[in-house]
């Protein structure tokens, strides 16, 4: 088989996970809100959610806890088999049951149904079939119908397994937004991730101050921010008014383009004339991850961290978010 027959069975697998995924879309519903809603009021109560599943489902549902856990929804996985054989001491009254099977009709689960209904736990069921045993003892169902698997027996759990993935992220999403979670508690979740020190290292944490820092006045010529930049080993200058307030930026980028034009006035041409007026910048006080976020929509190197009245604060030199591990 050539290798543009393997692309060509690639993007048709592609094609097929992307065609249910827009039919899955496009019939959400108030089962959904539902569905939200009931888990949103099992967290209230103190309760937890736990999901089970059996085969591939039980590996989808692993996922879906994983990330329900990391936005601040408490969420277990339970096998339905070894609920048989112990592990359903996990379960309590206050919990949700987050219950996933395409066709709804699997045995171990089926039998575990039963007994989740004598604790009065809320069923909410992820099923392909809404005329299951699974929906008909749950008490919120919500559609991970697909037309066809992406295999060529129409067997292999694939488009299945991605709508029922896409419809766990769906819901720990919507329910992050509906319970209020701030990025900074959801960085507290993250502590030792790159995540977690984006958002909860400051502006003020990582940007050059002091000495480390270069600054010009507007009467400098090009010369004198070249030097500025050199005496602190950076990659920008700072041009500042009589009260500190930025109004531009000289970058080595600046120069490089100036001398490759013939120059030869770097002593006396004025920065200012070369400078970028008002360059973009971050308050004092916000998250690394503000900045890091201008960083990547604007791609420059070099970003101008302002107090509250404007004047200088601070730079902050993409070359130093590695060291931070923020990067």
Avoid at 241 to 250: E, H, N, Q, S, T
Avoid at 304 to 317: E, P, Q, R, S, Y
Wanted: aromatic share 4%; glycine share 8%; with cysteine.
């Amino acid at each position: 088989m050539s290798a543009s027959s393997h692309l060509d069975k690639a993007q048709a697998v592609f094609d097929v996970e992307i065609a249910a995924l827009q039919r899955t879309r496009g019939r959400l519903d108030g089962a959904f809100d539902a569905a939200v809603e009931a888990l949103q009021a099992t967290l209230a109560a103190g309760g937890k959610i736990i999901v089970t599943g059996v085969g591939k489902s039980f590996h989808i549902g692993q996922k879906i806890a994983a990330t329900l856990t990391s936005t601040g929804a408490p969420a277990n996985v339970l096998h339905p088999s070894e609920a048989m054989h112990g592990d359903l001491g996990l379960l309590q009254a206050e919990d949700a049951v987050l219950a996933l099977s395409y066709s709804g009709e699997s045995d171990e689960l089926v039998n575990l149904l039963p007994i989740l209904k004598r604790t009065g736990v809320r069923i909410v069921a992820l099923t392909g079939d809404l005329n299951s045993t699974l929906a008909k003892h749950s008490d919120v169902v919500l559609d991970a119908s697909v037309e066809r698997e992406a295999c060529p027996f129409n067997l292999v759990p694939t488009a299945s397994t991605t709508v029922a993935l896409a419809i766990g992220d769906a819901l720990a999403i919507a329910l992050l937004e509906a319970r209020g979670l701030t990025r900074e508690e959801y960085a507290a979740f993250h502590p030792g991730g790159a995540i977690g020190r984006a958002l909860l290292l400051k502006v003020d944490d990582i940007m050059r101050a002091g000495d480390r820092l270069a600054s010009v006045p507007v009467s400098a010529t090009v010369g004198e921010a070249v030097i500025a930049m050199t005496k602190v080993q950076a990659g920008a200058v700072a041009v500042v008014d009589a009260a500190r307030r930025v109004v531009g930026l000289f970058t080595d980028g600046d120069l490089r383009r100036y001398l490759a034009g013939g120059a030869t006035d770097v002593q006396t041409r004025p920065v200012v004339d070369l400078m970028t007026k008002n360059p973009s910048s971050v308050l004092s006080g916000r998250l690394a991850a503000d900045a890091l976020a201008i960083f990547q929509k604007h791609r420059f190197d070099d970003l101008v961290v302002l107090n509250a009245d404007g004047t200088l604060a601070g730079m902050i030199d993409i070359q130093d978010l590695p060291k931070f591990k923020i990067l």
